[in-house]
């Protein structure tokens, strides 16, 4: 069993960064993989970025390559997810969730947190 919870959104200004952070708890978060994924209002869960057990591996989505970096400390029991170059279409609720192997898929994804808010504004 993990437990997740997300801190570190806000409002921030189009072109700023806010670091997102993921806290699990459980002696396993280190054999999970780590995936964030984000909704916005009347849209689908989208995949954002994933992270394997180790921090060896990473994906991103597309829409996010180049601005936003996923990382994890397993001393600490926490994945990160760094924005920069935030953009208005940002604007969206974040989750972390845990995964038994790095997938984009969400349904694979057995633990959630309850969302952290991101909005940008223009």
């Known amino acids: 069993q993990v437990q997740l919870v997300e801190s570190g959104g806000g409002l921030v200004q189009a072109g700023g960064s806010l670091r997102l952070s993921c806290a699990a708890s459980?002696?396993?978060?280190?054999?999970?993989?780590m995936g964030w994924f984000r909704q916005a209002p009347g849209k689908e869960r989208e995949f954002v970025a994933a992270?394997?057990?180790?921090?060896?591996?990473?994906n991103y989505a597309d829409s996010v390559k180049g601005r936003f970096t996923i990382s994890r400390d397993n001393a600490k029991n926490t994945a990160y997810l760094q924005m920069n170059s935030l953009k208005p279409e940002d604007t969206a609720v974040y989750y972390c969730?845990?995964?038994?192997?790095?997938?984009?898929?969400?349904?694979?994804?057995?633990?959630w947190g309850q969302g952290t808010q991101v909005t940008v504004s223009s």
């Open positions: 459980g002696r396993t978060f280190s054999s999970y993989a």
């Open positions: 992270i394997n057990w180790s921090g060896g591996s990473t």
């Open positions: 969730a845990a995964a038994p192997g790095i997938h984009s898929d969400y349904e694979l994804y057995h633990y």
